[in-house]
C-alpha cells in the first residue's frame, strides 16, 4: 500500500540520518508533495548541520584550555551598559565539557522566550554560575566600564568551583586568574554566550520588578533603556533612584528641573 504524503512527511520530520533505506524509497516516488517535502527536510537538515559545526567552533578556546588540562574554564560577559536607569548585572558560566546546546549563542541573536528556555537549560546542566551586579548610584560614582569589571569580578568570585581560567567578552579583570578578553566574545564563545543569556534573562527579571516599584516608565519593556515612553516617563514624573544621573538624557532632566 503506497504511503499517504501526509504519512510520510511525519516520518521526514523525525528522520535525521541521510543514510536511511527509506529515503531510496521516497526519491524514486513521483509525487510532487513527496519530492517537495524530501527537498524541505534535505534544507533543514543542513542547516541543522551548519548550526552544530558552527556550535562546535564557538568551543575552539575552551577547547584549547581543555587540551593543556585545564578543566575549568569560564565565559563571563554582562548586560546593561547602555540603559538610563538599573544595575549592571553579569554572568560567569563554567560550562561541561560535554554540553551541546546547539542554541546557545550572544543573547542578543536569541529571541526573548528562547533566551528564557536556554537559561534554564544553563542553569540546570553548568559546572556553576557566578551573578554579579552593580546598582545606578554606583555606577555614577565610578563609571559604567569600572562598573561593568566590577560586575564581572563580582560573579566570577560567586563561581563554586573556582575557574583554572577566564573567557571573557572585551574586559580584563584584576584577578590572578588566566584569562583571555575576546572581542565579540559571546558571539565566539560559548561559555561567553551563556554567560550573556543568564545576565540578560536577569537583569530583564530585575527591571521588571522595578517596572511595579516606579511605574511610567515602561521599565518592564525597556529595560531601563531610553525609549520614547522612558523619556516620557522622565519627563513627566522625574527620575528615581535607580536612574543613572551621570547618563545625559538624565542629568538633562536633573538640570532643567532645577532651572524651572
Known amino acids: ?41 534535505e534544507k533543514r537538515l543542513a542547516l541543522a548541520r551548519k548550526k552544530q559545526a558552527d556550535f562546535n567552533q564557538r568551543f575552539n578556546f575552551e577547547r584549547d584550555y581543555w587540551l593543556k588540562g585545564v578543566e575549568l574554564v569560564a565565559g563571563v560577559d554582562e548586560v546593561g551598559r547602555g540603559p538610563l536607569a538599573g544595575p549592571v548585572v553579569a554572568a560567569a558560566v563554567i560550562l561541561p565539557h560535554d554540553f551541546n546546546i546547539v542554541d546557545v549563542i550572544d543573547s542578543k541573536q536569541v529571541a526573548q522566550h528562547k533566551r528564557e528556555q536556554l537559561y534554564e537549560i544553563i542553569l540546570d546542566q553548568a559546572v556553576s ?54 572581542i565579540k ?15 540578560k534573562v536577569i537583569r530583564d527579571k530585575m527591571m521588571t520588578d522595578y517596572d511595579k516599584v516606579y511605574p511610567g516608565y515602561d521599565f518592564a519593556q525597556n529595560a531601563g ?12 514624573l522625574g527620575v528615581t533612584p535607580i536612574h543613572r544621573r551621570s547618563f545625559q538624557p538624565v542629568h538633562d532632566a536633573i538640570v532643567n528641573k532645577k532651572n524651572c
Do not use: F
Open 1 to 41: 500500500m503506497t504511503e499517504t504524503i501526509a504519512t510520510i512527511k511525519e516520518k521526514l520530520a523525525s528522520l535525521a540520518d541521510p543514510h536511511d533505506a527509506r529515503l531510496l524509497t521516497w526519491r524514486q516516488d513521483k509525487r510532487c508533495g513527496v519530492q517537495k517535502a524530501i527537498a524541505l527536510w
Open 129 to 182: 554560575i557566578g551573578i554579579g551586579s552593580v546598582d545606578a548610584k554606583t555606577i555614577d560614582e565610578i563609571n559604567i566600564y569600572e562598573a561593568a569589571r566590577q560586575a564581572m569580578t563580582e560573579a566570577i568570585n560567586n563561581l563554586a568551583p573556582q575557574p583554572q581560567a577566564l573567557l571573557i567578552d572585551a574586559m580584563q579583570v584584576y584577578l590572578d586568574i588566566t584569562q583571555q578578553s575576546l
Open 185 to 199: 566574545g559571546d558571539a565566539r564563545s560559548n561559555s561567553i554566550g551563556a554567560a550573556s543569556i543568564v545576565a
Open 225 to 236: 533603556y531610553g525609549t520614547k515612553k522612558h523619556l516620557a516617563g522622565i519627563d513627566k
